[in-house]
């Protein structure tokens, strides 16, 4: 399994990213986290495999939207209202193909990205 995250850079405060990830092989239920230097990584986003759970971390709550595009086995991050907290190396990362649901523990995933820098100027 091959993850393949893109869509970071560097965005003022109040600005928008969208981050992308493309899964190869099968649909997964999947999941977003973020880690900024000298910090633990902690969750942000998850959709299962159907689409109809999304957990989001309370932080992002209204301004973060996880979606996909099954057709296309890629989930995507839209990040609006952007603040310098938001700034870390965001990861996607997958579960195994046997588990349908989203959760917002990191040792749940399987499979993991490399990550993808979003710095937000205040």
């Known amino acids: 399994v091959q993850l393949q995250a893109s869509g970071g850079g560097l965005v003022q405060t109040g600005g928008s990213l969208r981050l992308s990830c493309a899964a190869s092989g099968r649909t997964f239920s999947m999941g977003w986290f973020r880690q900024a230097p000298g910090k633990e990584r902690d969750f942000v986003a998850a959709i299962s495999r159907s689409g109809a759970m999304t957990p989001y971390a309370d932080s992002v709550k209204g301004r973060f939207t996880i979606s996909r595009d099954s057709a296309k086995n890629t989930v995507y991050l839209q990040m609006n209202s952007l603040k310098p907290e938001d700034a870390a190396v965001y990861y996607c990362?997958?579960?195994?193909?046997?588990?349908?649901?989203?959760?917002?523990?990191?040792?749940?995933?399987?499979?993991w990205g490399q990550g993808t820098q979003v710095t937000v100027s205040s």
């Open positions: 990362a997958a579960r195994h193909p046997n588990w349908l649901s989203a959760t917002m523990n990191d040792n749940d995933y399987d499979y």
